[in-house]
């Protein structure tokens, strides 16, 4: 007889992630605020978006892989759509998973030359992240959008770069509902849709 054990980490049907070893975070709308064209009039306690993380073992080892999860608030900042703060991998090799859950929203994609482009995210879609693609995740929708992922607990998180060399286009929600990417006013770069 084999012992049968249950997992101790599980994703439940609001897509959070439970469990002893799970981190949770929270971004409030005063850490973000500086990422907008226009910073808005959202109160500085809003939260815009939680990401739980997991993994078992050293977080930093090479070939030790996180499990994640981000649900982004259908919330607007001056009609600018919801977004993560968005990264490069400090580890440039190391790639990542991306996989919608639920809720719809676009994965922001920019190379090393500024490059940007960006997939849609639905639930069931599955995104491959080259560790030298910035990603940012955004809600396009009206419901929360919460995506999976799993990337290299050694990859490590490059904020700096993103703002010395920002993503090159904004995506808005006007007020019939339709979107709108727009591209952004900076040096270097081009914008592919
Ligand atoms: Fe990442």
Redesign the pocket.
């Known amino acids: 007889m084999i012992e049968i054990t249950d997992p101790t980490v599980r994703l439940t049907l609001d897509h959070e992630l439970v469990g002893e070893e799970v981190q949770v975070g929270a971004k409030l709308f005063s850490d973000a605020k500086g990422w907008y064209l226009h910073p808005g009039c959202l109160p500085d306690e809003t939260v815009m978006y939680r990401v739980y993380s997991y993994t078992e073992g050293n977080n930093t080892r090479s070939g030790n892989l996180n499990s994640g999860v981000t649900i982004l608030s259908p919330v607007t900042v001056a009609g600018e759509c919801n977004m993560t703060r968005g ?3 400090e580890e440039r090799a ?1 790639v ?1 998973f991306y996989y919608g859950l639920s809720g719809t929203g676009l994965l922001m994609l920019m190379d090393e030359s500024g490059r940007t482009w960006a997939e849609h995210v639905f639930p069931g879609s599955v995104h491959h ?1 080259d560790g030298h693609w910035a ?1 940012r995740l955004i809600n396009t929708g009206d419901v929360d959008f919460a995506v999976g ?1 799993c ?1 290299g607990c050694n ?1 490590g ?1 490059d904020y700096r770069a993103v703002e010395q060399l920002p993503f090159g286009a904004r995506v808005f929600k006007e007020k019939d509902g339709s979107i709108s990417v727009v591209a952004e006013n900076r040096q270097g770069g081009e914008v592919t849709q």
């Open positions: 990264h490069w991998h190391c990542e992240i990603h992922a990337w990859a998180h």
